[in-house]
């Protein structure tokens, strides 16, 4: 059993897990943070994407153990004080989502997306960012529409209160 | 997933002396590679010897035309140097386009090259860019690194920690993309230097990454697109399977040679 700790979505937690137990799986099973989905298995389709370290990572992809004493974010961490995130917000008003199984990866995808292009995006871009996510549904349109009009939004001074 | 033991050591002495202890371990990179493996069970390491918490295979170092990559390096960090990108902006945009962002955080150089998957872009970077393999024994060529399908001169206690080049004068990387794994089904990688032209192919090898010498001699003598015109590369020793015969991948080195040529022309 490996012992480990990390701070998800700003909680410190603590656990002891079998060595390969993957992090998707602490996650929701462990911590109960069932926002991250497990599409593929095969560490294809994004579903299970979070944030490790600041950074967009297939949590299928990386054992509970590995990440031990890193930040992680999920879909779960992105709203504050009952406020969607932007990105959120934006896949909402752009009807970014059909069944909605991958929209948690999707979203931490974009999330990641726009912090590494603080120039802002473009369709093409999004498209080719969007690589390692799959959608069944929409056919990637609106998805593209929303990671663009948040990209915008992002972009934008906060208005001073 | 099978059982495995974790461990998590801070230099390269004690992966080495931890994988020694084991009865069957693995020395784990970025792992996007060897945990998918090891959750369909066709690995099963007693130990993973986790090797992302080594500071001494971190980083990039650009000390004029020398290079010099550490094997813990991710992609999207090689993808982003720009220091790199001012000398072999090649070797950035190769790692810009293996597997997607999310693989591009956690996948490493060194995991790459000593994986030597046939279908990996970065071997035949090495291989076209002569490159050095640095490891905890020895320096190798890249030439004498790669041996062979998923073989490597690598000893199984030796991890890789750097690679070293020197940038050549002009450098290109061409991929047809498997359109659902993103590996490449044929990637050409080329590099110019006064002496002569190096072009190395993956994806398209049965014994992996390999140099096309019809090609590189082609481009010795002039190095431009069109002077690969006439070149029918052999099929003999190419992949068959599902994606692509042999003959479509021995027509798509031409062509990927040909828009990696155009690339390093600019």
């Known amino acids: ?161 | 997933m099978y059982q495995t033991t974790y461990h998590r050591p801070s230099s390269v002495a004690e992966a080495v002396r931890m994988l020694g202890e084991a009865a069957d371990g693995k020395f784990l990179g970025g792992g996007q590679t060897l945990i998918p493996t090891m959750k369909q069970r066709l690995a099963a390491p007693s130990d993973v010897i986790d090797l992302r918490h080594i500071a001494e295979l971190k980083g990039i170092t650009v000390s004029g035309r020398d290079v010099r990559i550490g094997a813990g390096t991710t992609h999207e960090e090689v993808a982003n140097h720009s220091g790199l990108a001012a000398v072999c902006p090649a070797i950035c945009y190769l790692a810009g386009h293996i597997g997607d962002p999310h693989v591009r955080h956690m996948g490493t150089i060194g995991g790459s090259i000593s994986n030597n998957d046939p279908a990996a872009d970065y071997p035949s970077a090495m291989l076209a860019l002569n490159a050095m393999i640095h490891t905890s024994k020895r320096a190798l060529s890249a030439d004498e690194f790669f041996t062979g399908l998923f073989g490597t001169a690598l000893d199984e206690d030796e991890i890789v920690t750097a690679v070293s080049f020197t940038a050549p004068e002009k450098a290109g990387y061409a991929k047809f993309p498997n359109p659902a794994s993103r590996y490449a089904l044929t990637g050409v990688f080329v590099a110019k230097r006064p002496e002569g032209v190096r072009v190395a192919v993956t994806g398209a090898g049965e014994d992996g990454v390999f140099r096309a010498t019809a090609i590189e001699n082609a481009l010795s003598r002039s190095f431009e697109p069109s002077v690969l015109d006439g070149i029918a590369m052999p099929a003999d020793g190419l992949m068959s399977d599902i994606h692509a015969s042999a003959e479509y991948r021995a027509n798509l080195i031409v062509v990927m040679a040909k828009r990696a040529v155009q690339a390093a022309n600019g």
């Open chain 1, 1 to 161: 059993m490996a012992d480990i700790s990390m701070v998800i979505n700003g909680r410190e937690v603590r656990g002891s897990v079998e060595d390969r137990t993957l992090l998707v799986h602490f996650l929701r099973e462990h911590q109960g943070l069932t926002g991250t989905h497990v599409g593929c298995d095969t560490s294809q389709c994004g579903a299970c994407v979070v944030h490790v370290d600041g950074k967009a990572v297939k949590s299928c992809t990386m054992l509970a153990a590995q990440a031990s004493g890193s930040e992680v974010t999920t879909i779960e961490g992105l709203a504050k004080d009952g406020h969607l995130h932007p990105v959120q917000a934006a896949f909402k008003e752009h009807h970014g989502l059909q069944c909605g199984f991958c929209t948690p990866g999707m979203i931490m995808a974009a999330v990641d997306m726009i912090r590494r292009y603080p120039g802002g995006l473009d369709e093409k871009t999004v498209r080719a960012e969007l690589e390692g996510n799959i959608c069944r549904c929409t056919g990637y349109h609106n998805i593209v529409k929303a990671v663009l009009a948040a990209s915008e939004a992002m972009s934008k001074p906060a208005v001073a209160a």
